[in-house]
């Protein structure tokens, strides 16, 4: 193996590093938002889940009068 051919073979594994340095970023900042859109989706599904538990709650008091 020449020289050049060792150089090229380096460039490569360079731009190869700097490309999957790129898509880890991407999905760190992908897992972020996942995470942010997860936990905003829990809050929404606990605010429903009571206003049901309220609702079920003031049906059986109607029925009871």
Do not use: V
């Amino acid at each position: 193996m020449d020289i050049s051919t060792l150089e090229k073979r380096i460039d490569d594994l360079i731009a190869l590093c700097d490309e999957l340095e790129r898509k880890h970023s991407a999905m760190a900042s992908d897992r972020e938002k996942w995470l942010e859109e997860r936990s905003r989706l829990l809050e929404k599904n606990e605010a429903a889940k009571a206003k049901i538990e309220a609702m079920i709650m003031r049906l059986k008091s109607l029925e009871q009068d």
